[in-house]
């Protein structure tokens, strides 16, 4: 039976930092089967694990209160299109370690997504099957529809941030279903907290497969820094902005 769950933070690949172009052929090369179950371990300074944990805290912390009021009115919009529905829903993935957590998100799938996705055509089930996700998902309510292309679903995570399971920055959180495609990779996508935003919700989101996914994962594991963190923190913001590659 095919899951219910989705992958979101589902976003072109070329790297922002210092204006480097990295495209799709070139990122393709990036996760060689040795190096991916070799190198596990990122190759980052002490100074660079604390001060973004440091930051990380205070950030999420003054992002709940600054974000509360959207919270609020989302929360209500939510329970106006669906009375009977749920406002948070909590997903089990995969997280720093291969640890386990509940990641938070706000409702955006009508309540009998299971039975909707049943129901699918061959071809979006195939698609779903491919990469855990659809391009164009029927289950998404009209509400869902504008906090995923705005992101605003995404904001309880700052809870996940605080309590030290995410980051801000770092790679999607795998759903459960996805540890058998992960395979080797996984343990060298998840060395790190997995994060909010990431280099794939800026390079691509939804215009990417589940491979590249991988690839651009393991891509800022292996060059994650104060840099890259920054720069993908400003795409980010573009990115909202502008709904390119959301779902």
């Known amino acids: 039976m095919l899951s219910a769950q989705r992958n979101d933070w589902t976003e072109d690949v070329a790297c922002p930092v210092g204006g480097a172009a990295i495209h799709r052929d070139h990122i393709a090369d990036i996760s060689d089967a040795k190096k991916s179950s070799d190198s596990i371990i990122p ?18 912390g003054l992002g709940l209160v600054i974000v509360s009021p959207v919270l609020l009115v989302t929360a209500l919009a939510i329970k106006m299109e669906n009375p009977k529905g749920k406002i948070f829903f909590h997903q089990p993935r995969i997280g720093k370690a291969g640890v386990e957590f509940k990641c938070y998100k706000l409702t955006s799938m009508v309540p009998d997504a299971e039975l909707l996705l049943e129901k699918l055509s061959e071809e979006e089930k ?19 529809h504008f906090i995923r292309r705005t992101s605003i679903d995404e904001l309880p995570q700052l809870w996940n941030v605080l309590k030290g399971e995410m980051s801000l920055v770092g790679p999607r959180p795998p759903l459960l279903v996805e540890r058998e495609a992960y395979g080797r990779h996984l343990g060298k996508v998840m060395s790190v907290r997995p994060g909010i935003t990431g280099y794939w919700q800026v390079h691509g989101r939804n215009d990417t497969d589940f491979s590249e996914r991988i690839k651009m994962a393991e891509y800022y594991v292996d060059h994650c820094g104060f840099r890259m963190d920054f720069q993908i923190l400003l795409d980010t913001v573009k990115v909202v902005l502008t709904g390119r590659g959301a779902a």
């Not at 300074?45 to 001060?51: A, C, E, I, N």
């Not at 195939?126 to 869902?144: C, Q, S």
């Open 43 to 60: 190759n980052v300074s002490p100074f660079y694990r604390v001060s973004k944990r440091l930051f990380d805290v205070v950030a999420s």
């Open 126 to 144: 195939k698609e779903f099957a491919e990469n855990f996700k659809l391009k164009h998902d029927p289950r998404i309510t009209r509400v869902g």
